[in-house]
């Protein structure tokens, strides 16, 4: 959803690999370039506006690869546009389907929008150094979420303190590693 964290967290992610993994971004918004401008100094972005749509569309991700796709890349990342209701009922050619759940949203979104959490492969609980400050129960958010989708993997990441950005950046290698011993050119996961 829109103030997730999801482009701090590729920002995050980026700077951890330090060019060690060539990592692509595709970023999706209504308007404006301000998160592929904000991601461009770190690795080769392109932003996708959709002029009003809730969502990217494969059309429009296939012309931001097909600009992209110039940059010998290690895995691309497409981040959706913001929000926990359109994105999961498209599919975009990935590989793996990231979530993320800001604790400023509230320990209940598992089960309020549960087909973003179904069709999720991993759930991100981002800005967990605000915990003192907010009644957010990780436990509750997480047994949510595995109700929804027991096989989803949970991360608790601080991209402003750093908890978690290793194991999101381990685990996203991990996948991408499994990917290519099954010849798939350029891996490719979504937010």
């Known amino acids: 959803s829109p103030g ?19 990592m692509g971004v595709l970023v999706g918004d209504l308007a404006t370039n301000r998160d592929a401008d904000r ?3 770190f690795v080769p972005a392109r932003q ?16 931001g690869w097909e600009e992209i796709e110039r940059e010998p890349l290690d895995v691309l990342i497409i981040e959706n546009v913001g929000n926990l209701v359109c994105p999961s009922s498209f599919y975009l ?19 309020k929008y549960p087909k973003a959490f179904r069709t999720s492969d ?3 609980i981002s800005k967990t150094d605000l915990l003192p400050y907010l009644p957010f129960s990780v436990e509750a958010a997480m047994q949510d979420a595995h109700r929804i ?3 989803q993997e949970i991360l608790t990441v601080s991209v402003l303190t750093g ?10 290698e991990s996948r991408r590693n499994h990917l290519l011993r099954q010849n798939v050119d350029t891996p490719i996961a979504t937010t």
């Open 149 to 151: 989708q027991p096989d």
């Open 122 to 124: 991993v759930c991100i």
């Open 163 to 172: 908890p978690g950005i290793s194991e999101w950046c381990d685990l996203l």
């Open 93 to 111: 050619g990935e590989h793996l389907r990231v979530v993320l759940l800001s604790v400023t949203e509230g320990d209940d979104k598992p089960g």
């Open 39 to 41: 991601l461009s100094p």
């Open 48 to 63: 996708l506006t959709t002029g009003g749509a809730c969502h990217l569309e494969i059309d429009l991700v296939k012309r």
């Open 4 to 22: 997730s964290g999801k482009t701090a967290l590729l920002e995050a992610t980026a700077k951890h690999w330090n060019g060690r993994i060539k």
